[in-house]
């Protein structure tokens, strides 16, 4: 406080002190009687003491200077700026090199200093009287030495840590700083928002970049860096005084170089795996979105419904579009991208903060090509098979519909009966309809069928939209069809004067019971055969209908006409 001398108090120049100071080093050196040491009290220990001042550290502490009978001298607090500078070099009075030894930080003590520890039997004129004995209670601040380095103490490190940070990376980390003594100067958190830069080229203080080397996303550290490698004898405007170590409590939360490209990692693939994703597949699948410190974004389960995209068509983000690249059905992979690949320095709304480095955990439900036609599978056929099922035909068969991920959405099973249907009628959908195709009786087979060819980008009830469904078919029953656009057709040549045969009572009119007694007489002979799975009830309702030309409720013989000359006349009828 008093020495060095070039700043005892602010009013006292340096030239006129060198006399004292000269005057002062003789006396104690000529002075050859007992010497009292200086009187020691630590009232106010820290319960944690990581350091203690020793010879040729440089400290910063606050004092107040009184006499016995209490009358202030100096004190620091009136300045508002601690005292700093190096210990026993001499810079300081002999009673305070002694006294400051062994402090702790945030330690107080109170030091009694003999006259001849002080400023002697000359002391300062109208400042201190000679051979006075000085008070002082001091509270210690700082402490560093030139040889200190930057001191790292990892708080937490994650289980996982596949990479750490380098020199030339960009970090993104959350932070407290204060001074050794535990007083704030500056917070990331007051701003919600991370402190982002470029390690190790210029844009940090040089304890900083050293002190964040090596980190790992969600990491915690104390970075203790002193003043030599942070803001020096200059300081930083109010909040950071001159020579002061700085400490920081840093969270890394992510970090990537601007080399980087997308990362996969903890690939779990399906086998077999038939077929991969390539540019221009639309793929529907699943995602957990977070940033590198596990903070969720987004996910698509909290919607219920699935991701659905082309890829490498630019219509997700650069990012996505290539780690989607080669992924099988049922894979799940995590995806890490990097920001110029993914949102950038602007971020994407209030959940994706620029620079952010981004990971997705993703599950692929299926995917398809545009251009994709039916997938077959046979897995079972019979030793036997003449017949195979065709358009036109009428079929009963059993089947399973499921998801590609195994949701299982419709079976037959559930019903008394199995499904049947007429081959080529439109009844079921397009890729159903293609795989029943070709079938034995008896066959099994499995049948892969893209949304193009089932329900499309809408989806229906209970399928998703622009959802690829897994058939599992087994063909029961089959009848051969007819002509399209036939009700009824005739298994040998017809009959010549139709209609007198069919005119049972020669009264020269068919009422339309009188035609349907006629028609299922004709089945019943083997002679024609109504469309197969049809109500042939209201088979023969149709017809009637459309020979009953005047729709006076009977056929004459001059409206009864068979489709060949209906066709030839271009008129329309079911016969």
Same mark, same amino acid.
């Given at each position: 406080p008093?020495?060095p *001398?070039?700043?005892?108090?602010?009013?006292?120049?340096?030239?006129?002190?060198? +006399?004292?100071?000269?005057?002062?080093?003789?006396?104690?050196a000529?002075?050859?009687?007992?010497?009292?040491?200086? $009187?020691?009290?630590?009232?106010?220990?820290p319960?944690?003491?990581p350091?203690?001042?020793?010879?040729?550290?440089?400290?910063?502490?606050?004092?107040?200077?009184?006499?016995k009978?209490?009358?202030?001298f100096?004190?620091?607090?009136?300045?508002?700026?601690?005292?700093?500078?190096f210990v026993?070099?001499? &810079?300081?009075?002999?009673?305070?090199?002694?006294?400051?030894?062994? @402090?702790?930080?945030?330690?107080?003590?109170?030091?009694i200093? +003999?006259?001849? *520890?002080g400023?002697?039997?000359?002391?300062?004129?109208?400042?201190?009287?000679?051979?006075s004995?000085?008070y002082?209670d001091i509270?210690?601040?700082?402490?560093?030495?030139?040889?200190?380095? $930057?001191?790292?103490?990892?708080?937490?490190?994650p289980?996982?840590?596949?990479?750490? %940070?380098? !020199?030339?990376?960009?970090v &993104?980390?959350?932070?407290?700083?204060?001074?050794?003594?535990?007083?704030?100067?500056?917070?990331?958190?007051?701003r919600s928002?991370?402190?982002?830069t470029y390690?190790?080229s210029?844009?940090?203080?040089?304890?900083m970049?050293?002190?964040?080397?090596? @980190?790992?996303?969600?990491?915690?550290?104390?970075?203790?860096?002193?003043p030599?490698?942070?803001?020096?004898?200059?300081?930083?405007?109010?909040?950071?005084?001159?020579?002061?170590?700085?400490?920081?409590?840093?969270?890394?939360?992510?970090?990537?170089? +601007?080399? !980087?490209?997308i990362?996969?990692?903890?690939?779990?693939?399906?086998?077999?795996?038939k077929?991969?994703?390539?540019?221009?597949d639309?793929?529907?699948?699943h995602?957990?979105?977070?940033?590198?410190d596990?903070?969720?974004?987004?996910?698509?389960y909290?919607r219920n419904?699935?991701y659905?995209?082309?890829?490498g068509?630019?219509?997700?983000?650069?990012?996505?579009?290539?780690g989607?690249?080669?992924?099988c059905i049922?894979?799940?992979?995590?995806?890490?991208?990097?920001?110029?690949?993914?949102?950038?320095?602007n971020?994407?709304?209030?959940?994706?903060?620029?620079?952010a480095?981004?990971?997705?955990?993703?599950?692929?439900?299926?995917?398809h090509n545009?251009?994709d036609?039916?997938?077959?599978?046979?897995?079972?056929?019979?030793?036997?098979c003449?017949?195979t099922?065709?358009?036109?035909?009428?079929?009963k068969?059993?089947y399973n519909?499921?998801?590609? !991920?195994?949701?299982?959405?419709?079976?037959?099973?559930?019903y008394?009966?199995?499904?049947?249907v007429?081959?080529g009628?439109?009844?079921?959908?397009?890729?159903? !309809?293609?795989?029943?195709?070709?079938?034995?009786?008896?066959?099994?087979?499995?049948?892969l069928?893209?949304?193009?060819?089932?329900?499309?980008?809408r989806?229906?009830?209970?399928?998703?939209?622009?959802? %690829?469904? &897994?058939?599992?078919?087994e063909?029961?029953? @089959?009848?051969?069809?007819?002509?399209?656009?036939?009700?009824?057709?005739?298994?040998?040549?017809?009959?010549?004067?139709?209609?007198e045969?069919?005119?049972?009572?020669?009264?020269?009119? %068919?009422?339309?019971?009188?035609?349907?007694?006629?028609l299922?007489?004709?089945?019943?002979?083997?002679?024609?055969?109504? *469309?197969?799975g049809?109500?042939?009830?209201k088979s023969?309702?149709?017809?009637f209908?459309?020979?009953?030309?005047n729709?006076?409720g009977?056929i004459?013989?001059?409206?009864?006409?068979?489709?060949?000359?209906?066709?030839?006349e271009r008129v329309?009828?079911?016969?």
């Amino acid at each position: 406080p008093l020495k060095p *001398l070039t700043t005892p108090f602010p009013n006292m120049m340096f030239s006129s002190l060198i +006399p004292w100071l000269q005057f002062l080093i003789l006396y104690v050196a000529c002075d050859s009687g007992p010497l009292e040491d200086v $009187v020691i009290d630590r009232y106010d220990i820290p319960k944690v003491c990581p350091r203690e001042v020793q010879m040729g550290d440089f400290v910063r502490y606050h004092y107040n200077g009184t006499f016995k009978d209490g009358q202030k001298f100096d004190a620091s607090y009136d300045r508002g700026v601690a005292v700093a500078g190096f210990v026993g070099v001499g &810079r300081l009075i002999t009673g305070l090199d002694r006294g400051i030894l062994g @402090m702790c930080v945030n330690e107080r003590r109170k030091l009694i200093v +003999p006259p001849h *520890l002080g400023y002697g039997s000359i002391g300062v004129p109208g400042m201190i009287p000679a051979d006075s004995t000085l008070y002082f209670d001091i509270l210690l601040q700082d402490i560093w030495n030139k040889n200190d380095e $930057v001191q790292i103490t990892t708080i937490h490190k994650p289980t996982q840590c596949n990479r750490t %940070v380098q !020199d030339s990376d960009f970090v &993104r980390y959350h932070y407290n700083g204060t001074l050794l003594d535990g007083t704030y100067f500056d917070s990331s958190y007051s701003r919600s928002s991370t402190y982002d830069t470029y390690v190790g080229s210029g844009w940090l203080i040089k304890g900083m970049d050293i002190g964040l080397l090596g @980190m790992c996303a969600g990491e915690k550290r104390r970075i203790i860096i002193p003043p030599f490698l942070a803001y020096g004898e200059k300081g930083y405007g109010t909040v950071i005084p001159q020579q002061a170590s700085l400490v920081f409590h840093v969270l890394l939360i992510d970090f990537h170089n +601007p080399k !980087d490209g997308i990362t996969v990692q903890n690939q779990v693939v399906p086998q077999p795996c038939k077929r991969k994703a390539v540019t221009g597949d639309y793929v529907r699948y699943h995602y957990n979105g977070t940033l590198m410190d596990g903070a969720l974004f987004d996910s698509s389960y909290s919607r219920n419904s699935t991701y659905n995209t082309y890829i490498g068509m630019g219509y997700v983000i650069p990012g996505m579009d290539a780690g989607l690249q080669g992924v099988c059905i049922g894979e799940w992979r995590r995806i890490v991208i990097p920001p110029h690949l993914g949102y950038g320095e602007n971020g994407a709304g209030n959940s994706i903060p620029g620079s952010a480095v981004l990971v997705f955990d993703v599950y692929i439900i299926d995917f398809h090509n545009p251009k994709d036609s039916v997938d077959i599978e046979v897995t079972y056929r019979p030793d036997t098979c003449n017949t195979t099922s065709k358009k036109g035909d009428f079929i009963k068969y059993h089947y399973n519909c499921s998801l590609l !991920d195994g949701t299982l959405l419709f079976s037959s099973h559930d019903y008394e009966a199995p499904q049947q249907v007429t081959l080529g009628m439109n009844k079921v959908i397009d890729g159903l !309809d293609t795989g029943l195709l070709g079938m034995c009786i008896g066959e099994r087979r499995t049948a892969l069928v893209p949304p193009h060819l089932a329900h499309g980008e809408r989806g229906a009830r209970g399928v998703p939209p622009s959802a %690829v469904l &897994r058939f599992e078919l087994e063909l029961l029953h @089959m009848e051969e069809g007819i002509p399209e656009g036939y009700l009824f057709i005739w298994l040998q040549d017809t009959p010549e004067n139709l209609f007198e045969i069919m005119d049972l009572d020669k009264d020269g009119e %068919v009422p339309q019971e009188e035609f349907s007694n006629f028609l299922h007489a004709q089945v019943s002979e083997g002679k024609g055969r109504f *469309l197969p799975g049809s109500d042939r009830e209201k088979s023969v309702a149709d017809m009637f209908i459309n020979q009953d030309r005047n729709k006076d409720g009977k056929i004459t013989a001059d409206e009864l006409k068979l489709k060949t000359e209906e066709e030839t006349e271009r008129v329309h009828e079911e016969l």
